[in-house]
Nanobody, 116 residues
């Protein structure tokens, strides 16, 4: 069973930056696209960014374009989310996710809180 473990959440002031990491175990992520999602209080979980297996293609939600960067290091079995110019609206629990065959696997989720 794939396990995804996240780190790098926390509290930050508006305009600040964070770098999220998601390390996979029990699988080699190099075969799979990876994604980051977030869920703000009282809202549905939303897709933030995706990255292809080799990292050559990335896609972002409109709300984060130009501020968020997804990347990956397949040798380290890790995917990253660099978050810049944080806004209070970015406050949410952030999750990494992958799909292996027909099954979705999620990280445990970590809180990012942005104060104004």
């Amino acid at each position: 069973q794939v396990q995804l473990v996240e780190s790098g959440g926390g509290w930050v002031q508006s305009g600040g930056s964070l770098r999220r990491s998601c390390v996979a175990s029990r699988c080699s992520i190099g075969y799979y696209a990876m994604s980051w999602y977030r869920q703000a209080p009282g809202k549905d979980r939303e897709l933030v960014a995706t990255i292809s297996t080799l990292g050559t293609n990335t896609n972002y939600a409109d709300a984060v374009k130009g501020r968020f960067t997804i990347s990956r290091d397949n040798a380290k079995n890790t995917v990253y989310l660099q978050i810049n110019s944080l806004e209070p609206e970015d406050t949410a629990v952030y999750y990494c996710k992958t799909r292996v065959r027909a099954d979705d696997y999620w990280g445990q989720g970590t809180q990012v809180t942005v104060s104004s």
